[in-house]
């Protein structure tokens, strides 16, 4: 019985979905994904509530980190973007192809980057060096 219901929840490229972000780092986008999908297809959710979860899930971390963040409105079309890709990746799993094991790669490396939702100004509002190097480091 467990395994079917794990099975049932294993999203394709990600594995288990998680209901919050963990750990004491900058969120990536693979987590941010995951906590989408746990608001998405666990607790039913809209597309547009789902991310709107999923960002604010991550928001204390950058500003723990004291980075300004952009509106919260271009980050959730950001979550949004990141879904419709996995989407198309989904769709399209079942081809033997190079180039869908291509975009396969590239999508799994691009899910291990942090997502970035550092305001585009971020460096010139930071006042403190020590933040400012924090930032161009990730």
């Given at each position: 019985m467990s395994a079917a219901t794990r099975q049932k929840y294993s999203l394709y490229l990600l594995?288990?979905?998680?209901?919050e972000i963990r750990g004491s780092k900058l969120p990536s986008n693979s987590q941010i994904l995951k906590v989408f999908f746990y608001y998405h297809v666990i607790l039913k959710q809209?597309?547009?509530?789902?991310?709107?979860?999923?960002?604010?899930a991550a928001i204390p971390f950058w500003k723990q980190a004291r980075i300004p963040i952009r509106a919260k409105k271009h980050l959730i079309t950001k979550v949004e973007k990141l879904h419709e890709k996995w989407k198309t990746l989904k769709k399209t799993r079942n081809r033997q192809e190079k180039k869908q094991r291509y975009d396969e790669a590239n999508f799994l490396k691009y899910l291990d980057n942090l997502i970035d939702m550092a305001a585009q100004d971020a460096?010139?509002?930071?006042?403190i060096e020590e933040d400012k190097q924090f930032l161009l480091a990730q």
């Open positions: 594995g288990a979905s998680e209901s809209t597309i547009r509530k789902a991310s709107t979860a999923a960002v604010e460096l010139q509002v930071m006042k």
